[in-house]
């Protein structure tokens, strides 16, 4: 049975994600009436969940309550300071430590550790937070089209990226051996699962990593490096970011069947610049690839 601390800590994690995604002018109208330092400091209060969580299981340490509650407010003194320094927001080297820390926080799951095993999504959507607090609330960038409120473009974009990727992708996966096909038709088991799976991807997988890889790091990169050479270089770093996945060393075939589709949620998301409609093609491939291809 799950401990009500650790639903309580589950709500308090989602709120800033799903405001943000679905009420995002009330998230920033509320933070604008704050003095400056509150607003800085205000993070801080994504240690809430780590405590109530360890607090339940047996796992409290005061070293990760301290960078859960300093790291959040370290990246929005960053990211503050990048707004300040970049009023036209072409991009400071701030905005890019903050995603490296924040990439690589992750792919390595450097925090991991501090949650039990069956509990680590906290440190994920944590971070993500954080993130969300620093470059849309406090460095205002825009053009990130974190809106989740779908609508039939957003599906239309999305759906139509999935159709020219998917051709691509099971001869290229099937020819490298990283795909294998388990059947055309789906067992009754699957197609009950599927839809459950697919929801839990959309918002746990996708986007976070499409608010990541396209709205914050393709967004920024094109002001430096244009329209064509940033989804080229944003595919690039996607793929890479999963060269530890499913494999010990690094998995070239995973880093390859990555970036090529990082080209095509890029696709997607640049069509209208919403982050939805890269996070359905992303989210389609990934259920896909799990119930039949895996």
Same mark, same amino acid.
């Given at each position: 049975?799950?401990?009500?601390?650790?639903?309580?800590?589950?709500?308090?994690?989602?709120?800033?994600?799903?405001?943000?995604?679905?009420?995002?002018?009330?998230?920033?109208?509320?933070?604008?009436?704050?003095?400056?330092?509150?607003?800085?400091?205000?993070?801080?209060?994504?240690?809430?969940?780590?405590?109530?969580?360890?607090?339940?299981?047996?796992?409290?340490?005061?070293?990760?309550?301290?960078?859960?509650?300093?790291?959040?407010?370290?990246?929005?003194?960053?990211?503050?300071?990048?707004?300040?320094?970049?009023?036209?927001?072409?991009?400071?080297?701030?905005?890019?430590?903050?995603?490296?820390?924040?990439?690589?926080?992750?792919?390595?799951? $450097?925090?991991?550790?501090?949650?039990?095993?069956?509990?680590?999504?906290?440190?994920?959507?944590?971070?993500?937070?954080?993130?969300?607090?620093?470059?849309?609330?406090?460095?205002?960038?825009?053009?990130?089209?974190?809106?989740?409120?779908?609508?039939?473009?957003? $599906?239309?974009?999305?759906?139509?990226?999935?159709?020219?990727?998917?051709?691509?992708?099971?001869?290229?996966?099937?020819?490298?051996?990283?795909?294998?096909?388990?059947?055309?038709?789906?067992? $009754?088991?699957?197609?009950?699962?599927?839809?459950?799976?697919?929801?839990?991807?959309?918002?746990?997988?996708?986007?976070?990593?499409?608010?990541?890889?396209?709205?914050?790091?393709?967004?920024?990169?094109?002001?430096?490096?244009?329209?064509?050479?940033?989804?080229?270089?944003?595919?690039?770093?996607?793929?890479?970011?999963?060269?530890?996945?499913?494999?010990?060393?690094?998995?070239?075939?995973?880093?390859?069947?990555?970036?090529?589709?990082?080209?095509?949620?890029?696709?997607?998301?640049?069509?209208?610049?919403?982050?939805?409609?890269?996070?359905?093609?992303?989210?389609?491939?990934?259920?896909? $690839?799990?119930?039949?291809?895996?």
């Amino acid at each position: 049975m799950i401990h009500p601390a650790v639903v309580v800590a589950a709500l308090l994690t989602l709120i800033p994600f799903l405001t943000a995604a679905f009420f995002p002018s009330y998230l920033s109208g509320v933070s604008r009436t704050l003095p400056t330092w509150v607003r800085l400091v205000r993070p801080s209060v994504l240690c809430v969940p780590y405590l109530l969580v360890a607090g339940s299981t047996g796992t409290f340490h005061w070293y990760w309550l301290a960078l859960y509650g300093l790291v959040p407010v370290a990246i929005a003194l960053l990211l503050w300071q990048a707004g300040r320094v970049d009023p036209e927001r072409r991009g400071n080297w701030r905005d890019f430590l903050v995603l490296g820390t924040l990439g690589l926080a992750v792919d390595l799951r $450097w925090f991991e550790h501090a949650w039990p095993a069956h509990l680590s999504v906290f440190n994920k959507i944590l971070l993500l937070d954080a993130g969300i607090y620093g470059f849309l609330v406090l460095r205002q960038l825009d053009g990130v089209g974190f809106d989740l409120r779908l609508r039939a473009r957003d $599906w239309g974009v999305g759906l139509r990226e999935l159709a020219i990727y998917t051709p691509i992708a099971v001869s290229v996966g099937l020819g490298l051996g990283f795909l294998h096909l388990h059947g055309i038709l789906p067992t $009754w088991a699957a197609l009950m699962q599927m839809p459950a799976a697919a929801v839990f991807t959309f918002f746990f997988i996708a986007v976070p990593e499409e608010l990541f890889f396209r709205g914050w790091l393709q967004n920024l990169l094109e002001r430096r490096m244009g329209r064509y050479w940033a989804p080229a270089t944003t595919a690039v770093l996607f793929g890479l970011a999963h060269w530890n996945k499913r494999a010990v060393h690094f998995n070239w075939r995973y880093v390859l069947m990555a970036a090529l589709a990082g080209v095509f949620y890029g696709r997607a998301w640049s069509e209208e610049r919403r982050v939805g409609a890269s996070a359905i093609t992303h989210a389609a491939v990934d259920t896909i $690839w799990s119930f039949w291809l895996r």
